[in-house]
């Protein structure tokens, strides 16, 4: 009876894997890959779609995936989510897709394949002078995605993504109004890898973005208590070798625009930034992913600026909370960007003497000048002069690595000679702490007995605790005129509050006394 169990076992096993051969879905090395089939193995599940509705709809030839567009103020996009046992493609050298446009008009769009984290995206058109595909009315065509990409240029030393590795397909159609309709049909993975490939171990991975507690080593997204009843969030990343009660430096990073084009997939979303982790891999740096804040203050801002003022005050006070909750080092405090980001590396950290006064360097060119009356990208050239004055002396760093055409963000995430000189120049600004100065003193009790534990202050994040001998050293303060405050618990002091000038030089012997109240 066993025996008959296990022959029926093996025939109904034999048999559905026979199924899955005819049907296309499961085939040997040299045929292609069905990796989404409408007519039996769809999960509607495994898609995400903005801006668009969908539906698995009939045609004359089958079935396929209907797509509508029903709003025109975003971009509307389809994201196909590949079943875990076929994101391995690295056999296969394309993916393919073919698409039908039923309008009567034109339609522009990008055809994506992604890895996930810090591996970016390869696009069907990125070999193209238009970066992407048109679609002309009531016509079809198939798109074509080279798995074994790459980005050009000297210094790319990896295949823009990893085939290994690819979790979606992406299609952003660029259109501003409602009443497209799409067809898609036949997406395989075919052909065969390259003899030769960029080695795809050369790019550094970074985690995904996770819902938690910080923890070492984990990417959270993270709300400020003020902030908790909106969107808007960061994300904290605490370094592998993070200990409670250790300081440790700040990279502050801002992402891109929400931009589909030839190598640039950008979704302006803040987890999506790489630079940061990918410049400290890992260790010895909290990280935060800063978002650009909207007019409202309810959500993200995607696209442009939204509300620089706002976005400047919560970037503030996210470094203060780091500081306080996290070990960060309010003396130690970088800030770096791509496109969008980089440009707010003036435009934002340098808005007014509140914020400029937290940055220990800037790994970007925010001195650079604009000419005369230029207005720029979303206005953010005008008064670019005057904001880079904020700089006071403190050092940058523009890091160009030579990828040709290529607007991509893996500038940290590859070992080119150009970050290999970036990290360098990090340990040395981290060491000298050039254009910045200190404020130092003494806190004691009337009797001359030191007070532990006070917290010295002079702006909005710069602050220190006196040592058991009542000593405390305030680092990284710019050429100023500046209060210094001391507090703590159950102590008042003598005097409240000092005014100190820094000009070109350390400060000295700014000393406080102490009382129990």
Known sequence: MIDQIQKRRVFIVSAFLAMLVISGVVLGENRDIVLFDFEDFFDINTLLVENMAAKVVDTDTGKALGLEVILSDQIPIVTLNLPKRYTDLSSKRFVEMSIKNLADKAAVLTFWALSGAGWGGMNSASETSSGREKLEPNSSTILRIDLYGRYPGPEALATAIDPAKVKQLRIAFHLRQAGFKFEVDNIIATGTRPADTLGISARFPVPEVINGKPSPGKRVSQKLPSYKNTQVAHVLYLPGDWLPGNLYPIIVEYTGNKFYHK???????????????????????????MPFVSEDGQHEQTDGWGSPGKTADYCLETIRHVCENYGGDP???????????DIACNFIALRNDKIADIWLAFLSNPDSKWPEGAKGWNGSEIGWNERAQRIKGRSCFLQKPQLGPAHVDIQYLEDSAATLACRQWLKEVLKEKPGTHSISGNV?????????????????????????????????????????????????????EQQVKIDGRDVERVNFIGAPK
Do not use: M, W
Request: net charge negative; charged share 15%; aromatic share 14%.
């Open 263 to 289: 190598y640039c997939h950008s979704t302006g979303y803040t987890e999506q930034g790489h630079l940061a982790y990918g410049l400290s891999r890992g260790e010895g740096f909290i990280c935060i992913n």
């Open 331 to 341: 003396s130690a405090v970088f800030i770096t960007g791509f496109s969008r980001g």
């Open 444 to 496: 004691t009790d009337e009797n001359g007995n030191p007070i532990e534990g006070v917290r010295i202050q002079s702006g909005y994040t710069h602050f220190t605790y006196t040592d058991r001998n009542g000593t405390y050293l305030l680092q990284g303060l710019i050429d100023s005129h500046r209060t210094v405050s001391a507090s703590k618990d159950l102590y008042s002091f003598k005097p409240a």
